[in-house]
């Protein structure tokens, strides 16, 4: 049986720029999670090519994201990577490799949740 589209869905980025080309205001829509001009301060996109067997990135941050969040932002990009990772591909204990890291990465950054 031969995959064929049925039906296509569009996410769309729109990025801000100042007179030196760098990010101020971004806003994301995708109409199949009914989300219109949603505001974003930071955005990392990762592609696949494979015709050069490569990864194309865009990693954009406007000047209001402070370093507290994006120390919460990375440390929660690692965490999804690790379950995206285990989820295609089956994974586990690298996965789990990588969440222990990601609980380092939190202590080191001092963001981990206080304790009661």
Known sequence: ??????????INIQVGLNENN???????????????????????LSLWDPRDNNTMKIDLWTKEMSI??????????????ADSFEKATGESL????????CYHFADKMNILPEKE
């Open 1 to 10: 049986m031969e995959d064929k589209i049925v039906r296509t869905s569009t």
């Open 68 to 81: 507290e969040e994006m120390k919460q932002f990375f440390h929660q990009t690692l965490l999804t990577m």
């Open 94 to 101: 690298i996965s789990e490799d990588l969440r222990d890291y």
């Open 22 to 44: 760098l990010p101020i205001g971004m806003k994301w829509s995708a109409a199949d999670g009914n989300v219109e001009a949603a505001p974003a301060k930071a955005m990392l």
